[in-house]
């Protein structure tokens, strides 16, 4: 099962209906989408952990959330490929990363294994490995038109696993949900 919702909907997920299931969790905090959520502003929880905390019987994996959909699309490569790009992965539950992690190869990505749940703020917007990676620098003087003509045309950037790593392990706690 894959979320991907707005956060401020977490807490209508079913939990009874996931429990038990690995949940792959793909949800980023905008506060400006998605209200202040006290637990998130105070740096207590991680948006992921607070996901878990509603499915408790789930198997909750961070994944897919520092990278954007179109470029998920265009960066996927084939195992052993030169220019093959890795996404972080979070989660308490190591068979459920392992699952993850399965599907992410046959997607055509490598999984970088960044630890729990509660490190999954290394991945979340603001940080430096959250979708800017994945793009070349942005031609300046574009219109929004242009930007967005510019971002559907442009293939992106590998981004290999020692790189997502080296990132990840650069990420400095800041406001939840900064971008």
């Not at 998130?40 to 905390?53: A, E, F, M, Y």
């Not at 992965?89 to 055509?108: F, N, R, T, W, Y």
């Not at 749940?117 to 929004?144: C, F, H, I, K, N």
């Not at 510019?150 to 790593?165: H, I, M, N, Q, R």
């Amino acid at each position: 099962m894959v979320a991907t919702i707005p956060l401020k909907a977490y807490d209508r997920l079913p939990a009874a209906a996931l429990a038990g299931k690995t949940v792959i969790d793909t949800m980023n905090y905008y506060p400006e989408r998605d209200g202040r959520i006290a637990d998130l502003d105070t740096g207590k929880l991680t948006s992921s952990s607070l996901v878990q905390r509603q499915l408790a019987g789930a198997r909750l994996v961070k994944a897919f959330n520092s990278i954007d959909f179109r470029h998920l699309f265009t960066l996927a490569r084939p195992s052993g490929a030169p220019d093959r790009s890795a996404l972080p992965i979070a989660g308490d539950d190591q068979a459920a990363k392992a699952e993850v992690a399965q599907l992410l190869d046959a997607l055509s990505y490598d999984a970088v294994d960044i630890g729990a749940l509660a490190d999954s703020w290394r991945t979340e917007p603001g940080t430096p490995v959250y979708v800017q990676p994945y793009l070349p620098p942005r031609p300046d003087g574009m219109s929004q038109e242009e930007g967005q003509r510019w971002f559907f045309e442009t293939p992106g950037v590998p981004v290999p696993a020692s790189l997502v790593k080296e990132l990840v392990g650069a990420a400095v706690r800041g406001s939840a949900g900064s971008s």
